[in-house]
């Protein structure tokens, strides 16, 4: 059996500073398998540019198969990440 798939699993562990909120926020979810991130953390990840392939599968799907889980900082977040990726900003 394959063990989930991680940030950590595709970019390797966590390296550098945690100063800031957001990369403290992104250090704590490293490790967490990208289908229990909160839609927060997947729209966060997405927009940093962080593991972007997998995420806006992840990301794609919660669209399609979910409610979003009122953890986005407005409505509509994890939606203008997509489209953002999409787009190439």
Known sequence: MTSPLTVS?????WSGDDNTGLLQRCKEAWDTPLESLNDLMVAT??????ATEHLLVEARRRMKEQERDETEYFDGQLLEAIERVQSGE
């Open 9 to 13: 699993n595709l970019l390797g562990p």
């Open 45 to 50: 990840f997405l927009n940093q540019n962080i």
